[in-house]
């Protein structure tokens, strides 16, 4: 199991960035593929970007592509999200999530696909 905390999230307005920082437990997590996913009030959790274990891949939900970027520094035990051009849509809790796959070579876009979660951080982007 792999304990996640994020930080980075508050109140920015339409146009501003915010920079998401998802901090693990164990210095295994280098061998895991992360991703990042969000909730918004009244929705389900959808997918927002994922990367490989070694940061050669990465994915992103089109509603967010071109805008987000997502990285790791295994030496640091971080993952984080970089949040540009943010929109009123783009307000929700936000997770990052691990799948315990050692060295797997996929980003992962399905929540079933993860096995551990932080308790999320709080994005607020307003008009």
């Known amino acids: 199991q792999v304990q996640l905390v994020e930080s980075g999230g508050g109140l920015v307005q339409a146009g501003g960035s915010l920079r998401l920082s998802c901090a693990a437990s164990r210095h295994t997590f280098r061998w895991y593929p992360m991703g990042w996913f969000r909730q918004a009030p009244g929705k389900e959790r959808e997918f927002v970007a994922a990367?490989?274990?070694?940061?050669?891949?990465?994915y992103y939900a089109d509603s967010v592509k071109a805008r987000f970027t997502i990285s790791r520094d295994n030496a640091k035990n971080m993952v984080y999200l970089q949040m540009n051009s943010l929109k009123p849509e783009d307000t929700a809790v936000y997770y990052c999530?691990?799948?315990?796959?050692?060295?797997?070579?996929?980003?992962?876009?399905?929540?079933?696909?993860?096995?551990?979660w932080g308790q999320g951080t709080q994005v607020t982007v307003s008009s």
């Open positions: 999530a691990a799948r315990l796959d050692y060295r797997g070579s996929y980003a992962y876009s399905a929540e079933y696909d993860y096995n551990d």
């Open positions: 990367i490989t274990w070694n940061g050669d891949s990465t």
